[in-house]
């Protein structure tokens, strides 16, 4: 009962602590459709500018795939009034960093400098915005580069191809089957036209979220964003958000891959509901109770307790539309692919049967609560969990009220997604096995 009772004491204090924080934010739009956040932030003398456009790799045009990530390359290689290269010297000069990533639903930028140079890198996302110049040198290297990242991050990886295949096989209609990276060929095609267009549709201010987070005043601030993006005109273009919907899943799919590995690994995806679907709290939390840690159930048992795999876990891929809750494990040596795959089935079921006790589930959301609220104690990671907020759940400030959410769910709201969505038929198996050598 001791324990019990600190448990509680625990998540109240968590609870308490993360509700009478709320991040303090300020919201507008300008003419151009910009939508623009601000979070005030005086601890440090930094600002972190970050801009999120609402584009990825599902937006791509057929025959195209990598497009997305392939433009993230080429925004640092200039405008018209920026020279190639440059982009980057202006900010390393100034005592900042910037950095910027893509994946299926968006893609982001973000610039870190001292507060004194917030100016700086406003005239900088806004020219770019406003004058992106893509040149033929900077298109055929970033061709090179994204081919030789593809080689080094995927292909040459041991089990590096673990999420194309995983993508190619859970989606058979919507474009999450299509890699972020891409493929070699579609990216030797891309053309300066296809940048062109690509540009004109997807880098407008009604398609982008601007947030500013930081030592700022806000009213300076705001006439600063209208003088630099204001002028901007609006994309003309129609932006397609109809996509494909998946399929229900009724059949499980199994695939075999041999790789230049040492050990079998099995790895396992099963359809889930979408970013703020009522059920993608209770997925995140049991994604949490199976391996979030060395005493989660997966780790605890078949790393620590039995050690037959060097590696098991899962995450719930949550996305703008459904996305998939995946597994992951790789043998010690002694297990064979189909034995993991039959533990992992074994912990599920338990789930499924006898759900959790309350005592379980209390320590997995002081944890998740810690953590993010950890998380968002940095600037630069507050901003990018804001712009991602606003631009795919249109709502800011779920970054003072989601939390409540995952503090809500139940033991019961476990068992039930467990059961909803965990069954074999709404499946695929990847098989990784060593290559036979002679």
Known sequence: MKKILFLFLVFYVLSSFGQSNKIELYEFTLENGLNVVLNPDKTSPIVVVDICYHVGSKNE???????????????????????????????????????????????????????????????????????????????????GVVKEERKQSYENQPYGTVQINLAETAYTTHPYKWPVIGYAQDIDAATLKDVKDFFETFYVPNNATLVIVGDIDVQKTKELVKKYFGNIPRGKKEINRNFPKEPPR?????????????????????????????????????????????????????????????????????????????????????????????????????????????????????????????????????????????????????????????????????????????????SVVLHYKPEQTN
């Not at 390393?92 to 001292?114: H, M, R």
């Not at 950890?374 to 907020?389: C, N």
């Open 250 to 426: 009724t059949k499980q799919m199994r695939r075999l891959f041999t790789d230049k590995i040492m050990f079998d690994g099995v790895f396992m995806a099963y359809h889930i509901p979408e970013l703020g679907h009522e059920d993608s709290y209770a997925l995140e939390l049991l994604a949490n109770i199976l391996s979030s840690g060395k005493s989660s159930r997966l780790y605890e048992r078949m790393v620590y307790q039995d050690q037959v795999a060097l590696e098991a876990s899962c995450y719930a891929d949550l996305r703008e539309d459904p996305g998939l809750f995946i597994f992951s494990s790789i043998s010690s040596g002694k297990l064979k692919a189909h034995e993991l795959e039959n533990i992992i089935y074994e912990e599920i079921e338990k789930i499924q049967t006898n759900g959790v006790p309350e005592e379980e589930l209390i320590k997995v959301k002081n944890k998740f609560e810690s953590n993010f609220i950890y998380k968002l104690e940095m600037p630069y990671q507050r901003a990018v969990q804001l712009a991602l907020y606003k631009t795919l759940q249109k709502d800011a400030n779920l970054i003072n009220t989601e939390i409540e959410k995952y503090l809500k769910v139940t033991p019961q709201d476990i068992q039930k997604v467990a059961k909803k969505y965990l069954q074999k038929e709404n």
């Open 61 to 143: 045009y057929d025959k195209r795939n990598g497009f997305a990530h392939l433009f993230e390359h080429l925004m640092f290689d200039g405008s018209t009034n920026v020279d190639r290269g440059d982009f980057d010297k202006y900010i390393y000069s100034a005592g900042g960093d910037d950095n910027a990533f893509t994946n299926e639903d968006v893609t982001n930028y973000f610039d870190i400098l001292p507060s004194n140079q917030l100016e700086l890198a406003l005239w900088l996302e806004s020219d770019r915005m406003l004058q992106f110049a893509v040149r033929d040198i900077s298109l055929k290297v970033q061709k």
